[in-house]
């Protein structure tokens, strides 16, 4: 049986989500806090959809598992 699932590569997830939602704080500091929040959490959650996906047939299947998903940084 073929594996449905997508491949996402979390480095690359969290750099195009990184740049597709830049910070819009007016400090450096801010920005810079903002951005590694969002790199994170976007990896986190990347890295997540890969454990699910890999032990499921479904994109849909490994999406529902991490929808609920609390990510702690």
Same mark, same amino acid.
Not at 11 to 32: C, G, V, W, Y
Not at 37 to 63: C, D, G, M, P
């Given at each position: %049986?073929? #594996?449905?699932?997508? +491949?996402?590569?979390?480095?690359?997830? !969290? /750099?195009?989500? *990184? %740049?597709? #939602?830049?910070?819009? +704080?007016?400090?450096?500091?801010?920005? !810079? /806090?903002?951005? *590694?929040?969002?790199?994170?959490?976007?990896?986190?959650?990347?890295?997540?959809?890969?454990?699910?996906?890999?032990?499921?047939?479904?994109?849909?299947?490994?999406?529902?598992?991490?929808?609920?998903?609390?990510?702690?940084?």
């Amino acid at each position: %049986m073929n #594996n449905l699932t997508l +491949s996402i590569d979390p480095r690359e997830f !969290a /750099k195009l989500t *990184l %740049m597709a #939602n830049p910070s819009e +704080s007016e400090s450096i500091e801010d920005k !810079a /806090k903002d951005s *590694l929040e969002l790199y994170l959490s976007a990896y986190k959650l990347a890295e997540k959809y890969e454990r699910f996906s890999n032990n499921t047939q479904e994109t849909s299947e490994a999406f529902k598992n991490i929808r609920d998903i609390e990510i702690h940084i």
